[in-house]
């Protein structure tokens, strides 16, 4: 099994500070999706990233993949209140058939 | 259309019982997954079903546990001797198709508490 180191673990800031998650591993991906999951509710999926190099923006969120396809990250702009949860990344080992979660990143925004 | 649906959504359980958690997954959706979640933390697989072929029970973390998928549709995790490190949110998810080109949708999972 691959596995998938998240970075930090805890992360509490100010609305409107920036800030940047990461995921790394020793192993290549064929992708890499980021989720995001509240209390009570099951993960749900933000964005997948398939090239190497790939960035992609979904509002104040951009997501990066390494050129190698072995690490990741998530920056989030002026963070909101809203943005409040637990951060998951998530491989697609390069056998195709699972998922490897990262342990999560638990972002709190503070108003 | 409704999404994953998972019962019960808490189940407190003295240790050595046997536990059932179901999953109703998304109509249509062929492939189907059950992860682990301990508090706070990321999720482990547990074991996939696609269509009709034989499922990867390669998560399963002891034969205490065992899954079912009657019909192509609804599953049935079962959990045999239960133990208190048994713990933890029970997620299921469904995909139209298995694999990294489809997306998967998450029920609210099953919380597992064992005394």
């Known amino acids: 099994t691959q596995l998938l180191e998240q970075s930090p673990q805890f992360l509490s800031i100010q609305e409107g500070e920036n800030l940047t998650v990461y995921c790394n591993s020793s192993s290549v991906f064929s992708s890499l999706q980021w989720y995001r999951q509240e209390p009570g509710e099951g993960p749900v999926l933000l964005v997948t990233v398939v090239t190497g190099g790939e960035v992609k923006k979904l509002k104040r969120l951009t997501f990066q993949f390494g050129d190698a396809r072995k690490d990741s990250s998530l920056h989030i702009t002026a963070a909101q209140p809203g943005d409040t949860g637990l951060y998951l990344c998530a491989g697609w080992e390069t056998s195709g058939s699972r998922l490897t979660f990262g342990e999560g990143t638990q972002l709190t925004v503070n108003p | 259309g409704a999404g994953v649906s998972q019962s019960p959504s808490n189940k407190v359980t003295e240790k050595g019982k046997d536990v059932e958690l179901r999953c109703d997954p998304i109509?249509?959706?062929?492939?189907l997954y059950w992860y682990r979640q301990s508090l706070g933390q990321g999720l482990e697989f547990l074991i996939y079903f696609q269509g009709n072929s034989a499922p990867d029970k390669s998560g399963l973390p002891s034969d205490r546990f065992s899954a079912e998928r009657t019909g192509g549709s609804v599953s049935t995790l079962t959990i045999q001797r239960t133990q208190q490190e048994d713990s933890a949110v029970y997620l299921c998810?469904?995909?139209?198709?298995?694999?990294?080109?489809?997306?998967?949708?998450f029920g609210p999972g099953t919380r597992l508490t064992v005394t």
């Open positions: 998810a469904s995909s139209f198709l298995g694999g990294s080109s489809y997306e998967q949708y």
């Open positions: 109509s249509g959706h062929t492939a």
